[in-house]
């Protein structure tokens, strides 16, 4: 099946194009051609038509228009579609004007048979004996194509690879000739070679039970075209429910391992999984729910992984049951999309939920709504005991299924901040950083030492370019066989505020793709000089001495990390060779740079892998390598990545989850998240993973954090839900409590790109914005308090970049249902004939123009058993003479045993009440 997300955009829908075509597409100069386009617009709204010919003539108006082309050469026109409030704009369309090089391939042959292992020798010519030839070679998967290999040239081999991309769909390779004459004209032609078959047989002992196929879980029997010669491994896994029972693997019928290795011989071949019955397995569960509507979609999440979705039956109360869910859990979400849109109102009520027989109701206060109704505003987060969600939320239920929530510290939860040392703006943007940290739960950050750039990210071009790059103080590394001191001193200083803060940090002294070995990082098309990487065999005990002297014994540094994402082949781009590093020839670089932190230094070295099985295993064994850093792929899912980081705990040594996937990151080439990124839910998947895995540590990875782009981007990945949720699993250790209070404000902006930091008790939990250009509706912003301590004080900080004016809006703060407005806060950054540097309070004010503060006297916040809004004038304000009538009866309450809760905007306290607020 298939998860799929629909977006809905409010207002204005822009146009849709139907047509953009070009007639004819090529030819002889001069070349007129006769360009068609049509769209529809949902709205109907009138549309206009402009075309940009690509050859820097005017651009053109009307849905058919006709266009000359005078010079020889390519061209790439485009047609944009406007409804005059917004525009869609076409894909490119070739025209190519000359004659066109006609490229012939004498091999491979057209449907030719290949095997893993074959070489295919290929060779051909182009009509003009002067064109380049340049050679594509990619596989084909139904109607999508994976990258392989660019050479240039007339001839050369390929070799069949043995693993990786399985061959059991409608897989095949293309070889493509493309000729280019000294105009820039080019003409292709391609030819298939196709793979040699048999039949994979998968079996078990009852049928009906999953074994796993390359880390694919396929259900029993099942029949796998693949291709001969290739490699798979094949998994029993120990246990699994069928039918109500548990399943306990017992013997393969070749009587291999319950994971093993096969080579597919020429001939069909089979393998059976006998499994033992050891008694009943799994929960049911009920999810008792009807909808405004009738047809809302609702989803049930556990353990963080999708389980079941359903479309309801009607608006009455209906029941949605899974049976025989297999793993214990403390927790489940009911979730809801809202899809209404334009059309009707869709709202999903959720009744209550049973879990082996057991209610769950909605209503009871520990349940969490991420999109009710709190009484006065819609789409709020809290425990409102309610039946309704009316946006994009769930309801988070607490369960009893005979297990408990993991305790505190079953895995360290680690950040990555890869390029922080370098890209980090100023010292108080790095501390503002590691106090994220701190209160959110982090164990502790990943860092790079030297900046790693390839490609379009170079410093300066060069290979291993980070090397002279300045880091925020001006100063670089430099020759890693003697480095800088100053920028040592600064890595230094950064250890330093992580271990005042109680985290610990993971030093990576290179990069392993970018800095180390003797060529490039594999895909860039640049020349491998200078020969010999910024970090090889001759200098490596050097540069670990030097660090060794800089940081040994220091109490933050819990891991040097060497290796990163290592590939490992052999490819060419263009008329420039490059390489693929051979990773297995970089182990004494590691070995003596292990030897130099050894002078000084004696914490854990761990390995870095690339993201692939040949790297996962490289070094495991070694006794240098002391822990595993596994890099499952930012395109794994849950369960291939949990079978990953089992397979590397047969070493015997720590498994750190070193990379997973990315937080926001929607990956081109990734076919699960190149339109649906990686969010929350995601993450809390691949945490469950480590979880379920036994591993020691997951280093979690937020697109914008890691990059450090731009302060803006960075900054605001620091209120990330996936690492909330990823920490909550984890259990982390240096997590300041469980308490659950939920916090919201309202902003607007004036430039569009406004960011604050909102402390607490002076400790920052992350930053928000930007919320809009010019001073749009408020949007409210939510994030849980999750610290036992009490909230004395809430902070929303304001640093006005002046580049342009920057003013921010701040309505209000809600804590726990409990209003603070901006008027009455303390200040600083408003105008009052100029901007205030000095604190001021009731300044009936709520913009901030200058850098600022507004800082709302909280106190203690705690669940009530009730809420009381005092209302009138004078008597209920009262004076310092009169205790108003507030006073007595809040010690009445007090001194029968209520817990209470006193609300209002005022605060005014006669004879000493403990809760001033009222509403006069």
Request: proline share 6%; net charge negative; with cysteine.
């Amino acid at each position: 099946g298939y998860i799929r997300r629909i977006q809905y955009l409010d207002g204005n829908q822009p146009p849709a194009i139907t047509q953009a075509d070009a007639t004819p597409s090529g030819g002889d100069a001069p070349l007129q051609v006769t360009f068609t386009g049509a769209a529809d617009d949902p709205e109907n709204d009138p549309l206009t038509y402009e075309w940009d010919f690509g050859d820097g003539s005017p651009t053109a108006t009307g849905a058919s228009v006709v266009h000359t082309y005078n010079a020889v050469g390519t061209y790439q026109a485009r047609l944009s579609v406007s409804d005059l409030t917004r525009t869609t704009l076409s894909d490119p369309i070739d025209i190519s004007v000359g004659t066109i090089p006609i490229p012939t391939i004498a091999e491979p042959i057209d449907g030719t048979l290949f095997r893993a292992g074959d070489v295919i020798n290929f060779s051909g010519s182009s009509d003009d004996p002067t064109d380049t030839l340049e050679w594509n070679i990619e596989l084909g998967h139904d109607v999508h194509f994976h990258p392989r290999q660019v050479t240039s040239g007339s001839s050369g081999t390929y070799e069949i690879p043995s693993s990786d991309h399985p061959f059991n769909e409608h897989t095949f390779f293309r070889f493509t000739l493309t000729a280019t004459d000294g105009d820039g004209l080019s003409g292709s032609t391609s030819v298939q070679i196709d793979p040699d078959k048999v039949n994979l047989s998968l079996t078990t002992n009852p049928p009906g039970l999953e074994v796993l196929w390359d880390g694919i879980a396929v259900e029993t029997p099942a029949v796998i075209p693949t291709l001969i010669g290739f490699q798979h491994t094949i998994t029993a896994p120990s246990q699994q429910p069928l039918s109500g029972r548990l399943y306990q693997f017992d013997v393969w019928s070749h009587g291999g391992p319950a994971e093993f290795v096969t080579i597919i011989p020429n001939q069909d071949v089979a393998y059976n999984a006998d499994y033992l019955d050891v008694g009943a397995a799994g929960h049911t569960i009920e999810i008792h729910a009807g909808g405004q509507q009738g047809d809302e979609e609702m989803q049930l999440w556990i353990n963080g992984s999708l389980v079941e979705l359903w479309t309801l039956t009607g608006t009455a109360l209906d029941v949605y049951t899974v049976t025989d869910y297999p793993d214990p859990f403390a927790s489940l979400q009911v979730k809801f999309t809202n899809n209404g849109g334009s059309g009707p109102d869709r709202n999903l009520r959720v009744d209550k939920v049973v879990v082996d027989g057991v209610d769950y109701q909605t209503e009871d206060p520990s349940v969490l709504g991420t999109a009710v109704f709190d009484g006065s505003s819609y789409c709020v987060s809290g425990n409102y005991q309610t039946e309704w969600l009316y946006c994009n939320g769930y309801f988070e239920f607490q369960v009893d299924t005979g297990v408990v929530d993991p305790p505190a510290g079953n895995f360290d939860m680690w950040d990555t901040c890869w390029r922080c040392i370098t890209r980090g703006t100023d010292d108080a943007e790095l501390l503002t950083y590691l106090d994220y940290l701190e209160s959110a739960g982090f164990d502790g950050t990943w860092i790079w030492v030297v900046p790693a750039y390839w490609g379009q990210d170079d410093f300066d071009g060069s290979w291993g370019g980070g090397v002279a790059e300045p880091n925020w103080r001006g100063n670089a590394i430099g020759d890693l066989g003697s480095p800088g001191s100053a920028y040592l001193n600064d890595v230094a200083w950064f250890l330093d505020r992580a271990d005042e803060r109680g985290l610990k940090v993971g030093l990576v002294p290179a990069w392993g793709s970018a800095l180390v070995g003797t060529q490039p990082r594999a895909g860039e098309a640049r020349a491998a000089s200078p020969a010999e990487a910024p970090l090889n065999e001759a200098n490596a005990f050097s540069y670990g001495q030097a660090m060794a002297v800089a940081f040994g014994g220091h109490p933050a540094i819990e891991y040097w990390v060497f290796g990163g994402d290592w590939a490992y082949d052999v490819t060419e781009q263009g008329s420039t060779t490059v390489y693929w590093q051979d990773e297995n020839a970089t182990e004494q670089t590691w070995i003596n740079l292990k030897n130099g932190i050894r002078t000084g230094d004696a914490s854990t070295v761990t390995y870095h892998t690339g993201p692939y099985d040949y790297s996962r295993s490289l070094f495991s064994d070694r006794p240098w390598n002391e822990a595993l850093s596994i890099h499952t792929s930012h395109c794994t899912d849950p369960q291939d990545a949990e079978n990953m980081l089992l397979a590397a705990a047969s070493f015997g040594k720590p498994i750190i989850s070193a990379e997973m996937r990315y937080e926001t990151w929607a990956p081109s080439w990734c076919p699960m998240h190149a339109n649906d990124p990686i969010d929350e839910f995601d993450v809390e998947a691949d945490a469950y993973a480590v979880l379920n895995s036994g591993a020691a540590a997951f280093v979690y990875g937020h697109q914008d954090r890691w990059r450090y782009d731009s302060s803006s981007s960075f900054l605001s990945s620091l209120n990330s839900p996936g690492a909330a949720r990823a920490i909550a699993v984890a259990g982390s250790s240096n997590s300041c409590g469980s308490n659950s209070i939920p916090i919201s404000f309202a902003a607007s902006g004036f430039q569009g790109d406004e960011i604050v930091t909102l402390k607490i008790n002076d400790v920052t939990q992350g930053t928000f914005g930007p919320f809009g250009a010019g001073w749009p509706t408020p949007q409210v912003q939510n994030l849980t308090y999750t610290c036992d301590d009490p909230i004395d004080t809430i902070r929303i900080e304001f640093d006005d970049l002046n580049n342009p004016d920057q003013n921010v809006e701040i309505d209000s703060v809600i804590v726990d249902g409990v209003v603070f407005e901006s008027e009455v806060a303390e200040a600083v950054g408003i105008s009052i004939g100029g901007c205030i540097t000095s604190p001021v309070t009731n300044h009936g004010q709520e913009r901030m123009y200058c850098d600022g503060y507004f800082e709302y006297q909280i106190g203690p916040v705690a669940p009530s058993d009730f809420t009381l809004m005092f209302v009138g004038n004078s008597i209920t304000e009262g004076t310092d003479g009169d205790n108003a009538y507030r006073g007595p009866f809040e010690t009445s309450l007090t001194n029968a045993g209520y817990s209470f809760d006193f609300i209002g905007t005022r605060q005014t306290s006669p004879g000493g009440i403990a809760d001033p607020h009222h509403e006069g």
